[in-house]
């Protein structure tokens, strides 16, 4: 796929935009109800599909993560389309233009290019692919090198259900994000990585294209002195263990309080094998490659050389075959440890103590803000302090992960975990352009404010501005 290539690509859907560029509302729900029916109806080959990409990947965290997920978020968004696209009345300032009328027309971009990552590539490319179809937007997205297998089978069926006007996937076949992230879109969202998260956004700058980033970050947990510990360990290390931990929204490190650490050590190793008795079943997804595996491990060497205390919640030790990794848990790291530096993706957790809610607060706001924060508690004044003084993306309260899974709220980033919003209503703000129009009545008094200006009109806007400057 060279650059030439994708160029014919995006000249055909701009051309189609252009023809017919205000999308009319059976055709976007058409397009929105098509979409689900390719995934319903494909939905065994392709989870089959992102299994052979992963080596093995849970059947079940597929079919809910990816698929249910997807298709649940389609269904939101036909129901309540109609709405979304109906012209919203504005207020006009009745001091200038009495009679008067404002409106804000939400229209399409255009053309949106979406960068998708691999570790959940139906759900991170099919949701954004249905708000920008919502939007009354042309589509084209670009896979990852690690889901080749699931792409190449998507390709083989777009045909069936869209033409190449509407929507494009293309494979990652080497070089082929360079030239992607380059191309003159309208609208380009991309998931993955802070680093090459830059690399697109300056690849945009040069076309002027506004971006969606769906960066990672250190998500933080914080369990207080009351809340149930059993309870807290179940929920964090089923969280840490689907998808063997590689989701940008995992809890990357928990606060727990001193006095609860051992405690929590036990029943989180408990939660573990209750969950995962045994990594190698089919319910246990394995680290996408061997350079992902190879960086698990070099983090547990590296701690376990500073002198950190590492916990094996398995009785098995990790695989590099079958890229089987057990979950661990790491005490109390040094700051300098790659562990506190960088984002774990994978099944490692990081276990910090505290005596007080201010070192909780003062130690993730040190750190760039997360794409989640996570409160395990049953003080509303609590839980309202942490998200108060904590900046993050979302947050989840009493669980973790489960605010992405809500139609009705955006989702994004703040600062380096991303920037841009979407899912919900959000969402379709965020691919449409909301035009501001204005309409003039007949009849304008506005042309009396016209040079040259008199006596007459340099008193009204000295009372004008003298009756503005009173408090109301």
């Given at each position: ?72 978020a389609i269904d939101y968004m036909v129901k309540r389309l109609k709405k979304w696209m109906k012209p919203q009345k504005r207020h006009v300032d009745q001091t200038f233009f009495p009679g008067g009328k404002s409106r804000v027309i939400p229209q399409p971009l255009g053309v949106v290019g979406i960068i998708v990552p691999w570790n959940f590539p139906i ?350």
């Open positions: 796929m060279t650059h030439a290539d994708l160029i014919e690509v995006l000249q055909m859907q701009r051309s189609a935009y252009l023809s017919a560029p205000t999308t009319t509302y059976d055709a976007r729900i058409a397009n929105l109800r098509t979409l689900k029916r390719m995934l319903a109806e494909n939905r065994e080959e392709l989870t089959q599909a992102i299994c052979a990409d992963y080596g093995n990947r849970s059947w079940h965290e597929s079919t809910f993560a990816e698929f249910i997920s997807a298709m649940g759900n991170l490319s099919m949701v954004p692919v249905a708000t920008a179809l919502a939007a009354g937007n042309r589509v084209m997205v670009k896979y990852s090198e690690n889901s080749r297998t699931l792409a190449a089978k998507l390709i083989e069926i777009l045909p069936r259900y869209f033409h190449q006007d509407q929507l494009a996937i293309f494979d990652e076949t080497g070089g082929v994000g360079i030239e992607f992230s380059k191309l003159p879109f309208d609208l380009m969202m991309f998931t993955g990585s802070v680093e090459t998260g830059k690399s697109v956004m300056a690849a945009a700058s040069s076309n002027l294209t506004p971006v969606i980033l769906e960066l990672g970050g250190k998500c933080p947990a914080v369990i207080d002195s009351e809340y149930p510990i059993k309870k807290a360990a179940e929920q964090i290390i089923y969280a840490k263990q689907f998808n063997a931990g590689q989701v940008c929204l995992n809890v990357d490190y928990v606060f727990i309080p001193e006095h609860r650490l051992a405690r929590f050590l036990e029943d989180a190793k408990v939660a573990a094998m209750a969950l995962v008795p045994d990594i190698h079943s089919k319910d246990y997804s394995s680290i996408i490659d061997d350079k992902s595996f190879d960086r698990l491990q070099k983090m547990l060497r590296d701690a376990q050389a500073g002198g950190a205390r590492i916990v094996n919640l398995s009785a098995q030790d990790p695989e590099k075959e079958s890229r089987k990794f057990p979950l661990h848990i790491v005490v109390d790291p040094a700051s300098d440890m790659q562990i506190s530096q960088r984002e774990t993706f994978g099944p490692i957790l990081t276990v910090r103590t505290y005596q007080s809610e201010q070192d909780v607060i003062r130690y993730v706001n040190a750190h760039n803000r997360p794409l989640a924060l996570y409160v395990f508690t049953r003080d509303k004044r609590l839980s309202d302090r942490y998200i108060e003084n904590i900046m993050s993306g979302g947050v989840t309260v009493n669980e973790a992960m489960l605010h992405v899974f809500q139609d009705d709220m955006p989702f994004g980033g703040v600062g380096h975990s991303g920037m841009g919003h979407y899912h919900g209503y959000e969402g379709f703000v965020s691919f449409s352009k909301l035009r501001p129009i204005f309409y003039q009545p007949r009849f304008s008094a506005f042309s009396y404010l016209y040079p040259p200006y008199t006596a007459t009109l340099t008193k009204l806007f000295a009372w004008i501005v003298k009756f503005k400057s009173k408090a109301r």
